[in-house]
């Protein structure tokens, strides 16, 4: 199937790095939010991040001037959707928002669109099962961020074609990903295994075995992980982390993916990470330094 129109929906950190992905490797992007706020703040997102690529010398301003004029803003899905041979939905981790999602643009986007959640943990099978098509609807799930990291986890619900499969697979590769398939489970792969070391890091500091600093030093150093577990966990989200974890633990009804009661408070105080300011680190605009935060120093 030929891909030429894709439709990303959320503009948020991911849905913007998607769109800059597509956009920067030749296709028609249609960037989807119900907040032109939210379009904007995206555009200038991108336009600074294709900036960072120039000064490294990965591209030119002819790229960037390409890149940003393949993208177009609509805050009507049904404007935003309608051509679409690709959606890849970036929208909330919240699985109420996703079917409520999926069946709308099943009912909007043409029948052989292909439509693509970039969902971290929700069942694939169970998007799919509220649209027309299941067989159309897979789970593409990008790295952040997006431009640089080169994984796309591919995940096949229990309806998914091949030939559905292999168009994500290659499409990816087009796109200078390196996908990898797997098979709709509870956490899929990557967060299968990288959620439950970040709740056993998380439980770690709980018990009082080792300080923030301490306990990511030891993976950074001893584990050769590019940052630490307490540190990742902030850059994710620690909302994203709770609610993957209570997927988990959900799906598989095992109390090992049970979250550490210090998570569930950190969240429920809004201390989330790079996105609040506040997490297990402290974060401050325009500063580079790592900074323990004050509840945990």
Known sequence: MSMKNITVIGSGTMGNGIAHTFAQNGFS?????INEAALQRALQTIAGNLDRQIKKG???????????????????????????????????ENRDIKLKLFKQLSEICKPESILASNTSSISITEIAAVT???????GMHFMNPVPVMKLVEVIRGYATTDAVTKTIMELSCQLGKDPVEVNDYPGFVANRILMPMINEAIYTLFEGVAGVNEI?????LGMAHPMGPLQLADFIGLDVCLAILK???????????????????????????????????????????LVVAEKFA
């Open 247 to 289: 997927v988990l633990h959900n799906g598989f009804g095992n109390p090992k993916y049970a979250p550490c009661p210090l998570l569930v408070n950190m969240v429920t105080a809004g201390h989330l990470g790079v996105k609040s300011g506040s997490g297990f680190y402290q974060y401050a605009a325009g500063s580079k330094e």
């Open 58 to 92: 990965t591209i030119d301003e002819r790229v960037k001037t390409t890149t940003l004029a393949n993208i177009k803003t609509y805050t009507d899905v049904a404007e935003g959707a309608a051509h679409a041979d690709l959606v890849v939905e970036a929208a909330t």
């Open 216 to 220: 990511d030093t030891v993976m950074k």
């Open 29 to 33: 992007v249609s960037l989807v939010d």
């Open 132 to 138: 027309s098509n299941p067989a159309n609807v897979i």
